[in-house]
């Protein structure tokens, strides 16, 4: 789901990095109110684990690759504007140091990972949750905000990329950038990320949620009493 | 460092070294790159040609390790596998390295 340079004209990826500037001004200010010193470490280590988790490409039949973000369990334990940041951070380091999504789509890439799938994924955590507390049910609720985190990022992707041929195409009619129309860009985006990717994704948030209920339930932001839950 | 946080780590370096996976699958697949993120050279091959604009851009950005490889195009398997276990320990170290400092000093600033 990386973009890399060229798949985006500048119509797109510069209004996209105005929205992911944005969204990091406001992280900013909401983490400099609520972030507490003892969740810092936390924080390092959900960067690190989202940096591996996406290099665990996956193979699907038809030649092509995916991989789990882990931006929704980000989002579920530390708070959906941590996860922005973290995210962020790592989207901004795989594009610098290994070249993985392009400089000029970094703006594009932050908003729809790290931006779009952590907040999906835990409304949808939060929706399903309700006030109980029933470990089934955050199971269930743990493991849908993760796959569907992701399908609808990988939507928003396609959408980009789809809307390319519309913007901008050069002399011959030929398209400038991401030559893929939006009837073959969200189809092929959002199926190869409803399955198999998403499922992945799903079991991972829903795992990683288990874990942490067990060995440090007074950790997971979304299961915190909501009065502490701003 | 809490004891939990420890595991964690731990967690964390096991995954580092389990990373090879995410190059021996697609090689054993034969799956390539993920959908829409091809370079010039396979879209020419997908479509006939590249688009302009997109090959003006396409190069706009050299990474140090491009791929997260450090052998280039033509590597083996196996120097493939060792890069990726390096560029995972190195990314995990920057990455944790800058949001430790940007949210140590965010957090300083709040309570």
């Known amino acids: 789901m990386h973009i890399p340079d060229g798949y985006l004209g500048p119509q797109t990826y510069l209004p996209l990095y105005g929205v992911s500037i944005g969204f990091w001004a406001i992280a900013q200010k909401k983490l400099k109110k609520q972030l507490s010193l003892k ?26 690759t995916g991989h789990a973000v882990g931006a929704g369990i980000i989002a579920i334990l530390l708070g959906p504007w941590t996860a922005v940041l973290a995210v962020s951070v790592v989207l901004i380091i ?45 199971a269930v609720a743990a493991f849908l905000a993760g796959d569907l985190g992701l399908v609808v990022a990988a939507l928003i992707t396609a959408v980009e990329f789809g809307i390319q041929p519309l913007i901008a195409t050069g002399v011959n009619g030929r398209p400038l950038y991401a030559p893929y129309p939006l009837s073959i860009a ?7 990320h409803v399955f198999p990717f998403g499922i992945v994704e799903g079991f991972v ?26 | 460092m809490t004891r939990f946080q420890k595991k964690l780590w731990i967690g964390l370096l096991i995954m580092a070294l389990l990373t090879p996976l995410g190059v021996l699958l697609p090689e054993k697949f034969k799956a390539e790159e993920a959908w829409g993120e091809w370079g010039a050279e396979k879209l020419e091959k997908l479509l006939g040609y590249v688009p302009e604009g997109l090959k003006k851009l396409t190069d706009f950005w050299k990474a140090p390790i491009p791929d997260y490889n450090f052998g280039g195009e033509g590597a083996s398997m196996t120097l493939q ?25 965010m957090a300083k600033h709040g309570k």
């Open chain 1, 186 to 192: 969200v189809p092929a985006m959002v199926l190869e």
């Open chain 1, 39 to 64: 969740h810092v470490p936390y924080l390092a280590m959900a960067a690190a684990f989202s940096f591996l988790i996406m290099m665990f490409n996956i193979p699907i039949p038809g030649g092509t």
């Open chain 1, 205 to 230: 948030t829903m795992l990683l949620l288990k874990y942490f209920l067990k060995h440090e339930p007074d950790l997971v932001y979304a299961v915190l009493d909501p009065s502490t839950n701003k």
């Open chain 2, 81 to 105: 596998a060792i890069s990726y276990i390096a560029s995972g320990l190195l990314g995990i170290g920057v990455c944790a390295f800058v949001v430790f400092m940007v949210s140590r000093f």
């Open chain 1, 94 to 138: 795989q594009a610098l140091l290994f070249g993985d999504g392009g400089i000029t789509a970094v703006g594009a890439n932050c908003f729809n990972m790290a931006v779009v799938m952590p907040f999906v994924s835990y409304w949808i955590f939060k929706l399903i949750k309700g006030k109980t507390a029933g470990r089934p049910r955050l």
